[in-house]
Nanobody, 116 residues
Framework: VQLQASGGGLVQAGGSLRLSCAVSGITFPMKTTGWFRQIPGKQRELVAIITSDGTTNYTDSVKGRFTISRESAKNTMYLQMNSLKPEDTAVYYC???????????WGQGTLVTVSS
């Protein structure tokens, strides 16, 4: 099982980044896929999530700026991040939650740094 996250980097405030997460080796059907982020010393928080039927949900601080999407044919999920703010600086993790109870997977994290 592998979730390979990429696309992080350093960007100035107001700029954009697109994160990708390539998923492979998971046989359980998907319940949700999503992006979380974590700042050192703080709890990991949900950024955006998309369900198997395409319903999306976002944390309030990113609504209108971030867009989560999924390309099933490529087993890849994305997080388009626009109008980035310094407070978006964090390590971003992709997550794949299966329909099997208690079975979910995490990517390795990709660092996003937004300079003011």
């Amino acid at each position: 099982v592998q979730l390979q996250a990429s696309g992080g980097g350093l960007v100035q405030a107001g700029g954009s980044l697109r994160l990708s997460c390539a998923v492979s080796g998971i046989t359980f059907p998907m319940k949700t896929t999503g992006w979380f982020r974590q700042i050192p010393g703080k709890q990991r928080e949900l950024v955006a999530i998309i369900t198997s039927d395409g319903t999306t949900n976002y944390t309030d601080s990113v609504k209108g700026r971030f867009t989560i999407s999924r390309e099933s044919a490529k087993n890849t999920m994305y997080l388009q991040m626009n109008s980035l703010k310094p407070e978006d600086t964090a390590v971003y993790y992709c997550n794949y939650q299966t329909k099997a109870v208690g079975v979910n997977y995490w990517g390795q994290g990709t660092l996003v740094t937004v300079s003011s």
